[in-house]
């Protein structure tokens, strides 16, 4: 019994460690794509952790779905003008930073109006894609047109993803652009130092940036304590909690969920590590309850 429970707590624990430790040697962590497929109810809070999954903010759409690049400008305004006083910019440096300002946002607004019409269309398809996993759901007891939908929901997808991606490309390129020009006017263009511009995009302490810069960390600590058996139980509570955090994303009666079989066991799994204290047996809780037991004699 404590060996199987000493086992059970290895494995875990190395599989938490080894997905944390990839993930750190990647340095390309993030979870853009498993939260951009979440499912369910609960897919629109955990799309909305992304800095931008739907594109909309790069595409400078309103909430009325018009193109609307007045955030974008101003942005970039303020971008320039810290960058003129930041760095103390001569009359010829101001003409050139003005120059490349006035180039971003000419360049923006005609490259969005020359496809207005194809965005539009993009705009309908997200309609579509919602009225569709609707559908869906509302038919969840016909198995053979829930397949069909759900075949018809993944084209749109596809189709939608594969239109978006040379328009968000060129609209990405046109903030890398500017950013490139102000910072050679201002003398810190050789990559040492960089004067960076604010993206809504994509945030530096964005709630995406966070988790893809603290999970692979976390995975790890967990990793670690489980296989130490040190506080046993926190480790696998916090294990849990990110589990639970993955199956919610496919609960299985959304349409096309992904099942999520493997996660469920190990929840179940850590679930008996948190009930039976299993650091205690080869773990170093064994040493931390031992001298709870010795200080509690003494009192």
């Excluded at 944390?20 to 040697?25: P, R």
């Excluded at 979440?38 to 903010?57: E, I, N």
């Excluded at 001569?90 to 930073?97: G, L, M, T």
């Excluded at 569709?132 to 997808?157: H, Y």
Aim: aromatic share 12%.
């Amino acid at each position: 019994m404590l060996f199987s429970l000493l086992l059970l707590r290895l494995v875990i624990g190395m599989h938490f460690f080894n997905e944390g430790v990839t993930k750190l040697q990647s340095g390309t962590f993030s979870c853009a794509p498993f939260l951009n497929q979440a499912k369910g109810p609960l897919a629109p809070q955990f799309q909305k952790l992304l800095d931008d999954y739907d594109g909309r903010k790069r595409l400078c759409l309103s909430p009325e779905n018009t193109i609307d690049t007045s955030e974008t400008f101003a942005i970039w305004e303020d971008f320039t003008s810290s960058a003129a006083a930041e760095f103390q910019f001569n009359e010829e440096q101001q003409k050139r930073a003005d120059r490349s300002l006035d180039w971003a946002k000419t360049w923006l607004g005609d490259f969005l109006a020359s496809n207005e019409a194809e965005i539009t269309a993009w705009i309908d398809g997200e309609q579509r894609l919602v009225g569709f996993a609707r559908d869906g759901q509302d038919r969840s007891g016909a198995a053979l047109e829930v397949a069909s939908l759900n075949d018809q929901i993944g084209t749109i997808k596809y189709d939608r993803n594969k239109a978006a991606a040379p328009w968000l490309a060129e609209v990405e390129s046109t903030w890398d652009e500017l950013e490139a020009r102000i910072n050679e006017i201002a003398g810190t263009g050789d990559g040492s130092k960089v004067f960076a511009v604010s993206r809504p995009y994509a945030q530096e302490w964005s709630k995406q940036a966070v988790i893809d810069r603290y999970l692979p960390w976390f995975d790890t600590v967990v990793g670690c304590l489980l296989i130490l058996g040190l506080f046993t139980r926190f480790a696998a509570l916090a294990g849990m909690g990110l589990l639970l955090g993955v199956v919610a994303t496919q609960p299985f009666w959304a349409l096309g969920a992904q099942n999520t079989y493997y996660q469920w066991i190990e929840v179940t799994a850590l679930l008996v590590l948190l009930a039976s204290s299993a650091g205690r047996f080869g773990g170093l809780d064994y040493f931390l309850c031992r001298r709870e037991v010795t200080e509690s004699n003494e009192d």
